[in-house]
């Protein structure tokens, strides 16, 4: 069997083995989890291991997710194709794909640059014309950029930081891990009329969101 071939089966086989039977039920992000190859997002040594059930290294201690916890992130926040979403944590590119499948545009920030610049030319080649990103510190948002109808953190943070909230438009959704070093608290905070609704998706672990509103650098 050729490579793509190969890598085909093993999304249909993620999918099946691993998100459908967990609760994902968006056909969309289905079908974004089937169509973005998650095996060129990781160093060449690690792509037998892309699809398995578990989060692999990207270099500057940062991972990329397992692919339940990117389904189900996305799937919480509801995307329908028009959207204007804010991703904090760039990463290896990955999740950033998917959300732009599912999205209008993705204006992504990642603080560390060789990070940004490698999931830069990686989604480059891939051709996806909707995706922006900046090399900063995500817990100050883009403020230039807002508002947002999605914010999407991928890094866990010791609380909210206040400039999410402040970006977040009318009846838009922000989902962010919450709580300590080691483990937090997935949250789906939605803004309803000018009010704040918090929802836990339950416990989960990131590396940490580091910035000025989030954990400092050791």
Avoid at 164 to 192: C, N, S
């Amino acid at each position: 069997m050729r490579g793509k071939d190969i890598y085909t089966r093993a999304r249909k086989t993620m999918v099946e083995s691993q998100l459908i039977p967990r609760g994902i039920r968006d056909e969309r992000v289905i079908s974004a989890m089937l169509k973005v190859p998650r095996h060129l997002f990781v160093d060449e040594a690690l792509m037998a291991q892309a699809y398995s059930d578990y989060p692999l290294p990207i270099g500057e201690g940062q991972t990329i997710s397992q692919p339940f916890m990117v389904a189900f992130m996305t799937e919480a926040l509801g995307l329908r194709g028009t959207e204007r979403v804010l991703e904090i944590g760039t990463g290896s590119g990955y999740q950033t794909a998917v959300v732009a499948e599912l999205s209008g545009r993705v204006y992504s920030i990642e603080r560390i640059p060789s990070i940004a610049d490698r999931a830069r030319k990686t989604l480059d080649s891939l051709g996806y014309p909707n995706i922006v990103i900046k090399i900063g510190d995500g817990t100050l948002g883009w403020e230039e950029e807002s508002p947002f109808d999605a914010i999407l953190v991928t890094a866990g943070a010791p609380q909210v930081p206040h400039t999410y909230m402040e970006q977040l438009a009318e009846g838009g959704r922000l989902v962010i891990p919450v709580g300590g070093e080691f483990v937090q608290e997935l949250m789906r905070i939605t803004k309803k009329k000018g009010r704040i609704e918090r929802e836990s998706l339950g416990g989960c672990r990131f590396v940490k969101l580091v910035g000025r509103y989030g954990w400092q650098e050791d």
